[in-house]
């Protein structure tokens, strides 16, 4: 980049993003993060608060927004951008179909996406998966196997949704793969496909995200198609997808670099840099077709950690091995992604030494709850 130093609106400055502002500040990029939590951002405003983001963007003079890892705030940083007439990837409209399930279900339909089967309604069948319209990493959302717990699903998910509204799915049963990509000029680029283990105790959580995809049969053309269908034509996608015996099923698509650390997964085993890429298309800059190919490199695992119920004592491990959270932290049993204590990265040169290295670090890891 050249001329004036670019300022770029981070939405929150968590684990989740901290690849996209290491990105911005490589790049010479000036960076100001939004965060609810005192302390952890350049200012202490949610990235779900519109009207405070919009501020916070009019008094620095930012040049454009990024909402890396976390769904509401891409629809926020679409809508402050337009506001300021600021260049973005999203337009208000695209962003606000891409945090809103409802919205997806049908444009998924109309564009003839595979997909389970939904409802607004009642159960499509059963086991049946009930979640808030609006919200992301498992919130509100429960698995029912019969009519019994139904209606306190369904009211646990509209409590939980910023609409008031729930969406009912059926239970898609497979293999479930992250079809990580990028559009440019209207044409979709898959990076990377990795497969998604969950914890097993709680649902829909990834535990493990592993490069490359054992089986992906079909998920990338079904990946390529929703992106499509929800008219993503710029910037990052995250596709999750469950490769069924009767083909690939999307699950959801978001306007964003992944959550779990997946850019970083990314640009270790294929050398496309999502990151870099998601802050070039914030500020109006143009990507380089180039960057979007893959060149695979290496196989990769990632493994997040989980702490006992309590307040954290010690987090303590070898080199490599990183924790969200410091001595104090009170932990809850796993139920949503923001609950996970930390995380460990490798890679190797295959998948099953990737697995190996993971675990073998995993297993001298100690966290310590009282």
């Known amino acids: 980049m050249t001329g004036a130093r670019p300022t770029l609106v981070v939405l929150g400055g968590g684990p989740a993003q901290e690849h996209a502002i290491g990105a911005a500040q490589t790049l010479g990029v000036r960076t100001f993060v939004c965060d609810s939590e005192p302390g952890v951002g350049d200012v202490t405003v949610s990235s779900e608060d519109t009207e405070g983001v919009l501020r916070v963007a009019a008094e620095v003079g930012a040049d454009g927004l990024i909402a890396p890892g976390t769904d509401w705030p891409v629809r926020v ?6 506001t300021l007439g600021l260049p973005h990837p999203l337009t208000p409209d695209v962003a606000r179909r891409a945090t809103d399930k409802i919205a997806q279900r049908q444009a998924f339909t109309a564009a003839g996406v595979p997909q389970p ?27 029912v196997e019969g009519s019994a717990g139904l209606a306190a699903a369904v009211e646990r998910a509209r409590a939980g949704s910023r609409s008031g509204r729930a969406i009912l799915e059926r239970l898609a049963v497979g293999g479930e793969v992250t079809v990580n990509g990028f559009c440019r000029n209207g044409t979709h680029h898959v990076a990377a496909i990795t497969d998604r283990e969950h914890f097993p105790a709680a649902f829909g959580v990834a535990r493990c995200h592993i490069y490359p995809a054992a089986d992906p049969d079909g998920a990338e053309a079904a990946a390529s198609a929703a992106v499509a269908a929800v008219g993503i034509t710029e910037g990052p996608t995250y596709v999750q997808v469950v490769v069924t015996p009767d083909g690939p099923q999307v699950m959801e698509v978001a306007a964003r670099l992944g959550g779990g650390h997946d850019s970083e997964l990314i640009r270790l085993t294929t050398g496309v840099d999502l990151a870099r890429c998601a802050v070039e298309a914030a500020l ?9 190919q893959p060149h695979p490199q290496a196989a990769g695992a990632i493994q997040f950690l989980q702490a006992r119920p309590g307040t954290l004592a010690l987090a ?34 295959t998948r099953e030494e990737a697995l190996q290295s993971v675990r073998t670090l995993v297993a001298k890891v100690r966290i310590d709850t009282r």
């Open 284 to 292: 109006g800059k143009p990507v380089a077709e180039a960057a979007l």
């Open 117 to 143: 089967d939904w409802s607004t309604e009642q159960p499509p069948g059963y086991p049946c998966v009930v979640k808030a319209a609006d919200r992301q990493g498992q919130r509100a959302m429960t698995v």
């Open 77 to 82: 940083a679409a809508e402050v951008a337009a």
């Open 316 to 349: 303590d491990g070898p080199p490599g091995v990183r924790f969200y959270h410091a001595p104090g932290h009170v932990y809850g049993e796993l139920a949503i992604a923001t609950d996970r204590a930390g995380y460990v990265l490798c890679t190797a040169p």
